[in-house]
């Protein structure tokens, strides 16, 4: 009994992980992934933000982030005096944490296939490698827990 139990509990692990986040949004700024929340707390830096409700209404510039805007998808614009904020591509996060720079990277359940997709360091709580699917993965939390 205990095993099935045990079964179960893995099982059932497994399967919460790998589910998206729906409390998460997105936001794109100077071609980097953010979040809402993110940017939010910046607001004094921010010029505007524009946000699509539906894949199909993404401008050609944002199409290739289609895969994040199951809550819709916001782009935000700098101040032109601020510049920008700390970004790295999730190759190199990969190479920081001993994974093949190509492998996936899983942010709040959305998998990023790309390893020249660059996030922004702001929107990282926590960083842990995982096995998912099968594979060692590099899994990104953004929201304190």
């Known amino acids: 009994m205990k095993k099935i139990l045990y079964s179960l509990l893995i099982f059932a ?27 939010d707390a910046k607001k004094e830096f921010v010029q505007s933000v524009n946000v699509f409700k539906a ?16 809550n819709g998808l916001a782009e935000v614009k700098f101040k032109k005096d601020f510049g920008t904020l700390d970004f790295m591509t ?9 994974l093949p720079q190509d492998a996936s990277v899983f942010i709040e359940g959305y998998e990023f296939k ?12 926590d960083t842990k490698v995982e096995t998912v699917d099968g594979k060692k993965a590099l899994v ?4 304190k827990k």
Do not use: E, R
Not at 116 to 121: G, L, Q, S
């Open 13 to 39: 692990s497994a399967t919460l992980f790998a589910q998206k986040n729906p409390t998460v949004k997105f936001a794109i700024c100077n071609d980097a992934v953010g979040t809402v929340a993110m940017f």
């Open 55 to 70: 894949k199909a209404n993404l401008p050609q510039n944002l199409k290739k982030f289609d895969y994040l805007a199951d």
């Open 140 to 143: 990104i939390t953004t929201i």
């Open 114 to 125: 790309n390893p020249d997709t660059k996030i922004f360091a702001d929107m990282i709580t």
């Open 90 to 98: 999730l190759g190199d996060y990969n190479t920081q944490n001993g």
